[in-house]
């Protein structure tokens, strides 16, 4: 059974919402060995170690990755090693509500390319972007463009990649 590492960063749970959908239809329909893990409490040296097979997901505040999962995406050596990438975000969030694809792709651009630029022995062979959501403890939705869909669609994509 070919092992994969699901490693997330999430503040608001949408990442990490995102990573147990994948890891269940990765299990599932592709059975493939799914391992998941929080970025804030896991030992990455040791899964980089022993995973060859990675999807790694943070959520975008501002702008910004979650700390941890930045430094591993941007420091860490992915030679010969199979990685695909997502992040949740607002903005593309909107880009998948409007069908708006162009925006969508300058958001994961953006979100995504920028952040791995500098790191030339990652070429993930999947990248993308779902919405988010961000609640205030209030009940104010600032955010709400989540779709479980589009985490199941790119599931199933990426999932043949992996076997
Ligand atoms: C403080 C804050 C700042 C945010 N800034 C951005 C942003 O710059 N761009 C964006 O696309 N979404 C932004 N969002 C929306 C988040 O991407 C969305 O809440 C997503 O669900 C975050 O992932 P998480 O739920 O895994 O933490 C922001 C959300 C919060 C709470």
Redesign the pocket.
């Known amino acids: 059974m070919t092992k994969v590492a699901i490693i997330f960063g999430?503040?608001?749970?949408?990442?990490?919402k995102s990573a147990e959908i994948i890891a269940d239809i990765l299990k599932t329909k592709f059975k493939l060995d799914i391992a998941l893990f929080n970025a804030k409490k896991a030992k990455l040296k040791d899964i980089l170690e022993e995973y060859e097979n990675l999807i790694i997901g943070s959520?975008?505040?501002?702008?910004f990755w979650v700390r941890t999962v930045k430094k591993i995406v941007q420091k860490k050596d992915f030679t010969n090693k199979k990685v695909a990438l997502f992040v949740?975000?607002?903005?593309?969030g909107d880009a998948l509500k409007a069908n708006d694809k162009e925006e969508h792709q300058k958001v994961i651009s953006k979100y995504i390319d920028r952040v791995i630029a500098k790191n030339p022995s990652l070429q993930p062979l999947a990248k993308t972007a779902f919405g988010?959501?961000?609640v205030r403890k209030n009940g104010e939705q600032i955010?709400d463009n989540?779709k479980k869909e589009d985490v199941e669609n790119w599931a199933e994509a990426i999932g043949k990649l992996f076997q």
Do not use: D
């Not at 999430?10 to 990490?16: A, P, Y």
């Not at 949740?88 to 593309?92: E, I, M, Y």
């Open positions: 999430t503040r608001k749970g949408m990442t990490r959520g975008i505040a501002m702008g949740c975000s607002g903005l593309a988010g959501r961000w955010v989540w």
